[in-house]
């Protein structure tokens, strides 16, 4: 989504009609976000901003979520076993 590109720290994606995106400010982005969508002609039907989970800052921190590290380390142990 262009209109909110210059907002995100990351690139945005796109689910159909729900649209992703990372920022580190978060006081008055939702405002910004509003104005620069309509402004872009974008009809907004719903808008909620979400602080990241333990597991979204292990995800970006090392690359993979836990789960998939612990069965690589369970398979680790078995293969030496």
Do not use: K, W
């Not at 909110?4 to 796109?14: K, N, Q």
């Not at 901003?49 to 680790?76: I, K, Q, S, Y």
Request: proline share 5%.
């Amino acid at each position: 989504m262009r209109a909110l590109s210059p907002m995100a720290e990351d690139p945005s994606s796109c689910d159909g009609a729900l649209v992703t995106m990372n920022v580190r400010q978060r006081h008055g982005r939702i405002v910004e976000a509003v104005r620069r969508l309509g402004d872009a002609g974008v009809d907004v039907e719903d808008l909620a901003l979400r602080r990241p989970t333990l597991d979204d800052v292990f995800l970006t921190l090392t690359g993979h979520a836990p789960e998939e590290r612990a069965a690589e380390e369970d398979a680790d142990r078995e293969a030496v076993a």
